[in-house]
């Protein structure tokens, strides 16, 4: 298996908080990212974009409409414009670099949602040097690959649609996946699409029989929890930190 700092020790489950913990839709902010190392977490999954002048900040969508009593795309909006927005209405959008920052030895799995965020998040890996901790993700193979490239030293990475699609068709025929990932260290993807399973018994010995770790999206029921645990599993993304940690810790796997 890949043994890039960010994974931790070989055989360790990551259990990542996906955009922090919040049941009270205050995804993102620095309070939910809080709540889930408060947890213990030492996993955080986050989405980041680039403002106009070039600012990394904590958010899953491209414009602040959803999420904050703000209006506009970040990519078009500078910084002092996009930190007046409240997520919630009640917190502000973080700073990518406060994140990385504020809790020097937590593990953030970043993905790097559109092109304005490639060169931001690269630089705010590089202002707190947290290349052993962080784990650069993004549907857009391109954007990624963007992202590491301006980095000074390696980082953890995941792979995107095209890498898990050719994997996903790959593990179906019983072929040897290790081209598919060869440019990556980990597979994150959801445990099906539609009614087609994309993780069966034979991918996940696909991919470790390649030395690549798969970590599966977003599981907030214990049952399935504790289906993927039986399965193999290297590590999970969840909205409901709380219940996966109960079920870790009920099997001795919590960290």
Request: proline residues 4%; hydrophobic residues 45%.
């Amino acid at each position: 298996m890949t043994a890039h700092p960010y994974f931790d020790k070989s055989g360790s489950f990551a259990a990542l908080a996906h955009r922090g913990f919040s049941l009270d839709g205050l995804e993102n902010s620095m309070l939910a990212f809080q709540a889930a190392v408060d947890m213990g977490y030492r996993y955080v999954e986050t989405d980041a974009h680039g403002t106009a002048d070039g600012v990394a900040v904590a958010l899953h969508d491209e414009s602040l409409d959803r999420t904050t009593d703000g209006k506009g795309f970040v990519a078009d909006l500078p910084w002092a414009r996009v930190k007046l927005a409240r997520i919630g209405g009640k917190e502000p959008v973080p700073m990518l670099e406060d994140i990385l920052g504020t809790w020097p030895t937590l593990r953030v799995n970043i993905d790097v949602k559109a092109e304005s965020g490639i060169v931001p998040i690269a630089d705010a890996i590089e202002k707190t040097g947290a290349h052993d901790r962080v784990c650069i993700a993004s549907f857009s193979t391109a954007r990624r690959a963007a992202t590491v490239a301006r980095l000074s030293r390696p980082v953890a990475t995941s792979a995107g649609t095209r890498e898990a699609a050719a994997f996903f068709v790959g593990g179906l025929a019983g072929a040897n996946v290790a081209g598919a990932l060869r440019s990556v260290d980990a597979l994150q993807i959801p445990t099906s699409a539609g009614p087609v399973a994309l993780l069966t018994e034979r991918h996940l010995s696909a991919a470790h029989a390649a030395g690549k770790l798969v970590h599966v999206w977003t599981i907030n029921d214990p049952e399935q929890m504790a289906r993927l645990l039986d399965l193999g599993v290297d590590g999970m993304v969840t909205d409901r930190a709380d219940l996966l940690k109960e079920l870790l810790v009920s099997r001795g796997k919590w960290e």
